[in-house]
């Protein structure tokens, strides 16, 4: 017989929905074990208007 699971695929997608939405990491600890699941988020890219080193004339 196999051992069960620490997490059902419902608690992960639960976790997942709650960690996307809010912008925060969701950490759960099961038998000394912890499981963290953190958003996507990446920082903003800054993109230059005028490539560095060109010069503009007005």
């Given amino acids: 017989m196999t051992a ?7 608690d992960l997608k639960r976790m997942a929905d709650i960690a996307k939405s ?6 759960i600890e099961i038998d000394g074990r912890i ?6 988020i990446h920082k903003p890219v800054e993109e230059d208007t005028v490539a ?7």
């Fill in 4 to 10: 069960s699971a620490l997490l059902r695929r419902s």
């Fill in 22 to 27: 809010e912008g925060v990491r969701v950490s």
């Fill in 35 to 40: 499981i963290s699941i953190s958003p996507d």
């Fill in 52 to 58: 560095k080193g060109k010069r503009i004339r007005l």
